[in-house]
């Protein structure tokens, strides 16, 4: 029973354009939610979060934007960048202070094209 | 600063072989994970530590698995009588503190059951 949900498996931007990786979610108990980034060989390095009592966080080229109502975030990378090449994570929390373990996506292959 | 680091990076083991992974979180950081994480896959949860005590090993997919941290920082996961559906990249986060999501990961050790 997958509860975090990353449907593009794959995708390519070109060099400068906008990059949009979405992810759903399909616990309500979800409150924190994480995204990830891994080159390959490497472990996943933190990028970006957001709470549920927020609907967007913003960090430098990075937004992330979270819809309650449909269970849905997404990464927004602008503009984007040969280095962003890398393989996302999305992933959540339920933040009950007893163990505030990442339930991870399968992940989405983003390859910048220059 | 140092980084998460785990050891060995790659280990080949025979089925019914025992194997010890071991993780060396930032210094200080209360919270220690484990992870699986099977080819095309995220991460998937194992064992959670706060300090030396292990709160939650519902990830744990066998008694086979076993994982320790005796004094709050080194933690070792040990598979015992390997099979190949154990070859997995094997993931160990750490985080500053309880209620803090953010966990740093190590680059991971390859297991690889033949």
């Known amino acids: 029973d997958q509860q975090v949900k990353q449907n593009s498996p794959s995708l390519s931007v070109q060099e400068g354009r906008i990059s949009i990786l979405n992810c759903d979610y399909t616990n309500s108990m979800f409150d924190y939610f994480l995204w990830y980034k891994k080159y390959p060989a490497e472990g996943p390095t933190f990028l970006i979060s957001i709470s549920s009592i927020k609907d967007k966080n913003e960090d430098g080229r990075f937004t992330v934007f979270l819809n309650k109502s449909a269970k849905h975030l997404s990464l927004h990378i602008v503009p984007s960048q040969p280095g962003d090449s890398a393989v996302y994570f999305c992933a959540a929390v339920i933040s009950n202070f007893g163990n505030e373990k990442l339930t991870f996506g399968t992940g989405t292959r983003l390859t910048i094209i220059p | 600063g140092a980084g998460v680091s785990q050891s060995p990076r790659y280990k080949v083991a025979k089925r019914g072989q025992d194997v010890a992974l071991r993780c060396d979180p930032i210094s200080g950081h209360v919270s220690l994970f484990w992870y699986q994480q099977a080819l095309g896959q995220g991460p998937e949860f194992l064992t959670y530590f706060q300090n030396e005590a292990q709160l939650d090993k519902s990830g744990l997919p066998s008694d086979r698995f076993f994982a320790e941290r005796p004094e709050g920082s080194v933690s070792t996961l040990k598979i015992q009588r390997t099979q190949q559906e154990d070859s997995a990249v094997y993931l160990c986060?750490?985080?500053?503190?309880?209620?803090?999501?953010?966990?740093?990961f190590g680059p991971g050790t390859r297991l690889t059951v033949t």
């Open positions: 986060a750490s985080s500053r503190k309880t209620g803090n999501y953010e966990q740093y």
